[in-house]
């Protein structure tokens, strides 16, 4: 089965009655937990962006705090989950702001997690990665924003 493109599914959904769509986004919601979740945030969560980014911002921190530190192959592995989930919910806000925001906060709990990052050449790839995809989105924000987060690079 050939998947329509996205300007037929709008013109699509436009002539649809509001109960059939309401239909429709039940069943989008039912098959996939990600469907669910950028629903919900389009529902509840996006009025208020700041709000969203404080409980994304917490997630983080739950993260980090299971992680296990002894164990440095377990820890690599849970570090790449947190930064799956913040790359999610991410997508999901789809704001530059808001990208910047929790990938710096990502970035300072892992340098205030104590990981020896430096040491392993694959957390070392992960950070750096990071570190380069914030500086391109800061590169794309207005010059006021640019100055801040620049400033606020600098300790990490």
């Not at 493109?5 to 919601?29: N, W």
């Not at 911002?57 to 440095?72: A, Q, Y």
């Not at 790839?125 to 207005?142: D, E, P």
Request: hydrophobic share 35%.
């Amino acid at each position: 089965m050939k998947a329509a493109t996205v300007h037929e599914i709008k013109q699509e959904l436009s002539s649809l009655p509001a109960s059939k769509l309401v239909e429709i986004c039940l069943r989008l919601a039912k098959f996939k937990k990600d469907n669910k979740e950028l629903l919900t945030y389009l529902l509840f969560e996006a009025s208020d962006l700041s709000e969203y980014i404080a409980n994304v911002k917490k997630e983080i921190d739950l993260g980090f705090e299971e992680l296990p530190k002894p164990n440095l192959y377990l820890t690599k592995k849970s570090l790449r989950k947190v930064l799956r989930v913040t790359t999610r919910q991410i997508r999901y806000a789809s704001s530059p702001q808001a990208e910047v925001e929790l990938l710096t906060y990502f970035l300072r709990r892992v340098r205030q997690s104590g990981i020896p990052i430096d040491k392993h050449p694959v957390l070392t790839n992960l950070y750096q990665t990071q570190l380069k995809k914030v500086r391109s989105v800061i590169a794309t924000l207005h010059e006021d924003l640019q100055y801040d987060y620049e400033r606020e690079l600098k300790g990490l």
